[in-house]
C-alpha cells in the first residue's frame, strides 16, 4: 500500500535559521511527487512536482529534491511569512496521496 | 484568472440531516478531485471525475456519501444523514487532465460541522 510519512511533525525555527523538511514515501511506480503549501483556514497551494530521483527544483527560498525514497524541501534563510504547514503527496492512479504535514513556524 | 471555489465557506448542520457542498473548478479543467481533511491530517481522497463520469469514488466512506457533476464543469458532494464524525473540512480540486503531470489546484475548502 502507497504511504508517506513526512517528519518533523512541527518545527520552529528563527528567522534566517536554514532547515530541510522530509518526506519518505513507498509506491509502486513513482508517477509524480508533490508539494503543498496551506495557510491556516486555506486550501493547499501548489508548490513543486518531482517525478524521477535526482530532480530538484527551486521556488525563492524553497528547493525541493527526490531521492527514490525521500523528498526534501529545504528552507534557506527563511521569513516568518514562510511558516505555515507543508504537505507532501504521491500520485496514485490520478488521486494524491498525503502525508500528515509538517507544521512549520518561523519566529522574527 | 479565478481559482477554484467552493461554497459555503462554513456549515453547520444536526445530527441526521442532508447537506450539499458546491464546487466550481477552474474553467477548462476537465478533471475535479473530493477530498477530506481532518484536523492535523492531511488530505484524504473521496471521489474524482473526469468529465461528467465519476472515474473513481473508492474513496468515499460510504453510501451516505453521493457526488455529481452533470455537465462536466461545476460539482456538487452531498451526505445524507450526517453524523458528528463527518465534521471536517471538504476539498475540492481541478486539473487539466488526469494524470501525473497534471497539477491539482485546490480550493478554500467548506468545513463541515455536524452537531
Known amino acids: 500500500e502507497d504511504q508517506v510519512t513526512q517528519s518533523p511533525e512541527a518545527l520552529r525555527l528563527q528567522e534566517g535559521e536554514s532547515s530541510s523538511l522530509n518526506c519518505s514515501y513507498t509506491?509502486?511506480?513513482?508517477?509524480?511527487l508533490f508539494w503543498y503549501r496551506q495557510d491556516p483556514g486555506k486550501g493547499p497551494e501548489f508548490l513543486f512536482t518531482?517525478?524521477?530521483a535526482g530532480e530538484e527544483k527551486e521556488k525563492e527560498r524553497l528547493k525541493a529534491t527526490l531521492t527514490k525514497k525521500e523528498s526534501f524541501l529545504h528552507i534557506t534563510a527563511p521569513k516568518p511569512e514562510d511558516s505555515a504547514t507543508y504537505l507532501c503527496?504521491?500520485?496514485?492512479?490520478?488521486?494524491?496521496?498525503f502525508g500528515q504535514g509538517t507544521r512549520l513556524t518561523i519566529n522574527p | 484568472g479565478a481559482g477554484v471555489s467552493q461554497t459555503p465557506s462554513n456549515k453547520v448542520t444536526e445530527k441526521g440531516k442532508y447537506v450539499e457542498l458546491r464546487c466550481d473548478p477552474i474553467?477548462?479543467?476537465?478533471?475535479l478531485y473530493w477530498y477530506r481533511q481532518s484536523l492535523g491530517q492531511g488530505p484524504e481522497f473521496l471521489i474524482y471525475?473526469?468529465?461528467?463520469?465519476?472515474?473513481?469514488d473508492s474513496g468515499l466512506p460510504n453510501d451516505r456519501f453521493f457526488a455529481v457533476r452533470p455537465e462536466g464543469s461545476v460539482s456538487t458532494l452531498k451526505i445524507q444523514r450526517t453524523e458528528r464524525g463527518d465534521s471536517a473540512v471538504y476539498l475540492c480540486?481541478?486539473?487539466?487532465?488526469?494524470?501525473?503531470?497534471?497539477?491539482?489546484?485546490f480550493g478554500p475548502g467548506t468545513r463541515l460541522t455536524v452537531t
Open positions: 480540486a481541478s486539473s487539466k487532465g488526469a494524470g501525473g503531470s497534471y497539477e491539482q489546484y
Open positions: 503527496a504521491v500520485n496514485r492512479a490520478q488521486k494524491l496521496v
Open positions: 509506491v509502486s511506480g513513482l508517477r509524480g
Open positions: 518531482l517525478y524521477s
Open positions: 471525475f473526469q468529465g461528467t463520469g465519476a472515474a473513481d
Open positions: 474553467s477548462g479543467h476537465t478533471a
